[in-house]
């Protein structure tokens, strides 16, 4: 692979400094990355010339905290204006309510007899997610990993929902902000809610609400998810995009950057890579 269209640093839950995550790319011999942290772009924001010291070409992207039929969906903004004002006053709205979130969740936590240093959340990068949290907890024993897997998961009494936006009205905004639209890993996230059964009509929904493609390659995915997920990019004319999901060295069960499987699909990275090019890059941005 040439391209990983799905990364993230430590502005959301990720472990590397953008930085350090474009200097990983071009050891890995990457030639573009898009980092999408999870509802801020304050990690794109941050790179100055980074890129072109490194030979890679950054996209600007974000995963954006979506809902539909009462489910939870990532979607992915390839290529975005970082600049465009709608954007930039919804992820900031998002941060505020992600403080909150923090805030009750470390209430949550005490009543288990967690204490919670929340004055140090407040110095986070970008969005406070549950990492973060796991972190600050003064009283663990065990690392904030293995912390967060048995007290943080989505499925914690501690755990309240993520502010989120609904799918249209993200789909909308990347591509009012000069971006390409892409549902990240559906098959995923149809899994996790015991939904899979609906994924052609969930699919099509995507469609008539304007997505601009499907995370046809993903991480680890079966040659079966692979097969699907291709089939129905190809049915409706759709971009296809290939990502790890990499969230730096040492987080079990994911991929190495640049590593995820295709499994000999067709998978045009050039063409990816004209599709979200329609906006300056990061490195042409004064």
């Known amino acids: 692979m040439i391209i990983d269209m799905h990364t993230h640093s430590f502005y959301s839950d990720g472990t590397l400094s953008p930085e350090e995550l474009v200097k990983e ?48 969906f990532h979607i992915l903004g390839m290529g975005i204006d970082v600049g465009n004002t709608k954007l930039k006053t919804v ?41 973060d949290i796991a972190k600050a907890v003064t009283n663990r024993e065990i690392s904030a990993f293995d912390f967060h897997n048995e007290w943080l998961s989505s499925d914690s009494p501690c755990v309240v929902g993520t502010s989120s936006m609904p799918v249209k009205d993200a789909i909308s905004m990347i591509q009012k902000a000069g971006g390409k639209a892409v549902c ?3 098959l995923r996230t149809l899994g996790e809610h015991g939904q899979v059964d609906n994924l052609l009509k969930i699919a099509s929904d995507m ?21 699907v997920m291709n089939s129905i990019a190809d049915r409706y004319g759709l971009l296809k995009t290939g990502g790890s ?18 499994y000999g699909f067709g998978y045009d990275q050039e063409k990816v890579l004209q599709s979200v090019r329609v906006r300056p890059l990061l490195s042409c941005i004064p």
């Not at 469609?207 to 097969?227: A, C, H, K, P």
């Not at 999901?245 to 295709?262: A, E, I, V």
């Open 207 to 227: 469609v008539d609400m304007g997505i601009d493609g499907f995370e046809t390659f993903y991480g680890q995915s079966r040659m079966l998810n692979v097969s």
């Open 25 to 72: 790319a071009s050891e890995v011999g990457l030639k573009s990355i898009c980092l999408t942290d999870h509802d801020t772009l304050d990690g794109v924001l941050s790179v100055d010339d980074t890129t072109s010291r490194y030979g890679i070409e950054l996209i600007p992207g974000v995963e954006l905290t979506t809902r539909y039929a009462g489910m939870e």
């Open 245 to 262: 999901d990499y969230h730096g060295p040492g987080h079990k069960g994911r991929c190495p950057l640049g590593q995820y499987y295709s």
């Open 91 to 131: 992820l900031a709205k998002m941060a505020g309510e992600r403080f909150e979130r923090a805030k009750e969740i470390s209430s949550l936590l005490g009543e288990h007899g967690w204490e919670v240093d929340v004055s140090s959340l407040s110095y986070s990068k970008g969005t406070v997610t549950t990492h």
């Open 184 to 186: 990240a890993h559906l």
